[in-house]
């Protein structure tokens, strides 16, 4: 099934042992896919969470602290966890979003200057520059480059070989851009499967893992901290390009209780913290008909709940 969809690797973890692995159109092990897409921003709450937990900032705190040119303005009050939330209130429409900021040298200004559109806290919707903005607010907190922070205390710590994309201007991408592969990526599922410990080390403090996967806002309850939940309630998908809200989970074929980056192309990690299971799905070919790719994320999940029950894995 896995194959059929276009994926280019599927990874299994359960009680922490690789259970199975799958690979095709030229991808092996040790090939990463060149762009996980929007499955970053969940990499980047991580990366938040360590600086929180190192003391260097508070989610709670105004980005403004960290970023002067948004003070005495409409912005001032805009908090982290506001832009974690994606409830910052930041300006926002869909082709500049989608197209705009992605091809601008620095992305990282252009999101800077961007206005307010409302209340922080009062309208949920899924910006990628918003997300950006979130690298100037790191470098001010951290006091370095954000990669080489990220790879010093978290990738590094867990054995994440990966690297994360720039902009022409040289800022690392906070809302997309990160090489990886399935591995590297089961392995990060793992760590928020044991809540940010990675053998006798808290890597991401553990009240902030159990944090950033709650609904972070009574506006969408499929959305944590950068993070997505599988909640059978009030769910809200990005608006690309119309808002969609719906009733019940986003992935039907898979539990409730589990969480997950996505992002477009179909790319999947997801933790089940019941049954103790990490699957990453991720591929390099898009769909135009089904640009998030979640009914191809649901149908390789379907497939796994239903080898689950059979005790074994179809290896197609």
């Known amino acids: 099934m896995a194959e059929q969809v276009n994926s280019s690797c599927v990874v299994v973890i359960h009680d922490g042992a690789l259970v199975g692995e799958w690979y095709w159109g030229g991808y092996d092990a040790a090939t990463p896919v060149p762009d996980i897409m929007s499955a970053m921003k969940s990499v980047t709450s991580a990366i938040v969470g360590v ?4 003391g260097l900032l508070d989610i709670a705190d105004p980005a403004s602290d960290y970023i002067p040119a948004w003070q005495g303005t409409s912005s001032a009050s805009v908090r982290i966890l506001e832009i974690m939330s994606q409830t ?3 300006e926002w429409d869909f082709f500049t979003d989608l197209f705009v900021v992605t091809n601008v040298e620095d992305e990282t ?3 800077l200057a961007f206005g307010q559109s409302d209340v922080p806290g009062d309208h949920w919707e899924y910006s990628n520059h918003a997300t950006q903005s979130l690298e100037a607010i790191l470098e001010v907190a951290v006091g370095e480059d954000v990669e080489d922070f990220a790879q010093s ?6 054995g994440m070989n ?3 994309d720039r902009d022409s201007a040289g800022n690392p991408l906070m809302y997309r851009g990160l090489s990886a592969t399935c591995r590297d990526m089961a392995k990060f599922g793992y760590l928020y499967l044991r809540q940010g410990r990675w ?4 890597v991401i403090p553990k009240a902030f893992v159990q944090e950033s996967l709650e609904a972070s806002s009574g506006l969408n309850d499929a959305y944590g901290y950068l993070w997505w939940r599988n909640y059978d309630g009030h769910s809200v998908l990005p608006s690309i390009p119309a808002r969609t809200e719906f009733e019940g989970k986003m992935l039907p074929s898979a539990s409730e209780h589990g969480f997950m980056a996505f992002g477009a192309f179909g790319q999947l990690l997801f933790v089940d913290p019941e049954e103790e299971y990490v699957v990453v799905r991720l591929s390099d070919v898009y769909d135009p008909e089904n640009p998030f790719g979640i009914d191809q994320m649901d149908a390789v999940l379907a497939a796994f709940e239903a080898a689950k029950l059979g005790d074994g894995c179809d290896d197609d």
């Open 199 to 202: 053998n006798d080390q808290q």
């Open 162 to 164: 990966v690297s994360m």
């Open 153 to 158: 205390e978290l990738f590094e710590k867990i």
């Open 51 to 54: 600086a929180e937990g190192q």
């Open 88 to 90: 910052s209130g930041r």
């Open 109 to 111: 200004a252009y999101a």
